[in-house]
């Protein structure tokens, strides 16, 4: 006669810490980054993010900038990160061209 036993585990469920908040204004290779992802309705925040360039000692506030696609995010911290990634993306382009 065998006998067969059951191994059983305990379930672990970790919360993962929730991410850093975004700050008002970064500053990326020279250009001054600063997230105004905007609210759109009771669920949804569009990232946005305006790029400044320093001239003659003062910052000159550049266009806004949006995401290339339409994705919504349910708050503004994660429609301001994907901004920071949209603004990144832009200067690393635009450092590329020679701007």
Known sequence: MSVTRRVIRPVV???APPPDPVP???TYKGYRI???SYFI???AWSPRVV???RTDGRWT???PLYSPTAVRFPTRDEA???ALDVAKEW???AAKQGR
Do not use: Q
Request: proline share 4%.
């Open 41 to 43: 309705n009771r669920a």
């Open 34 to 36: 600063e997230p105004e």
């Open 13 to 15: 469920t970790t919360k």
């Open 91 to 93: 200067i690393d382009t």
């Open 61 to 63: 506030r550049g266009t």
């Open 80 to 82: 301001d990160r994907r």
């Open 51 to 53: 790029v400044s360039v």
């Open 24 to 26: 008002a204004e970064i």
